[in-house]
């Protein structure tokens, strides 16, 4: 059974880190994208942090680009996120979400597994 579980969500002030942590089980076969997805109330799930694992290829969106990173510890099953200079305008629900096959990686409505999710909150 696949399963994804998040953790390291918190509430923090502006400007501060925070990382956060995927473990990734079940899978028998490999997969073709992981990624972080958030979600504030009212808005739709958007993708921050989606990576490849054919060929390590990343992609955020400019609303945080220079700002947060994504890695991987294939050793720990692990994808991390990493979330620096953070913004009221950050806070919401984050998701680590993977995609099987080929295909756009950072497009919420092409996932096919989601953990139940991280909150953060940024806030003074």
């Known amino acids: 059974q696949v399963q994804l579980v998040e953790s390291g969500g918190g509430l923090v002030h502006p400007g501060a880190s925070l990382r956060l942590s995927c473990t990734v089980s079940?899978?028998?076969?490999?997969?073709?994208?992981i990624g972080w997805f958030r979600q504030a109330p009212g808005n739709a799930r958007e993708g921050v942090a989606c990576?490849?694992?054919?060929?390590?290829?990343?992609y955020y969106p400019e609303s945080v680009k220079g700002r947060f990173t994504i890695s991987r510890d294939n050793a720990k099953n692990t994808v991390y996120l990493q979330m620096d200079s953070l913004r009221p305008e950050d806070t919401a629900v984050y998701y680590c979400?993977?995609?099987?096959?080929?295909?756009?990686?950072?497009?919420?409505?092409?996932?096919?597994?989601w953990g139940k999710g991280t909150l953060v909150t940024v806030s003074s």
């Open positions: 990576v490849a694992t054919t060929d390590g290829s990343t």
């Open positions: 079940g899978f028998r076969e490999g997969y073709y994208s």
């Open positions: 979400g993977v995609r099987r096959t080929y295909g756009a990686m950072c497009r919420p409505s092409n996932m096919d597994h």
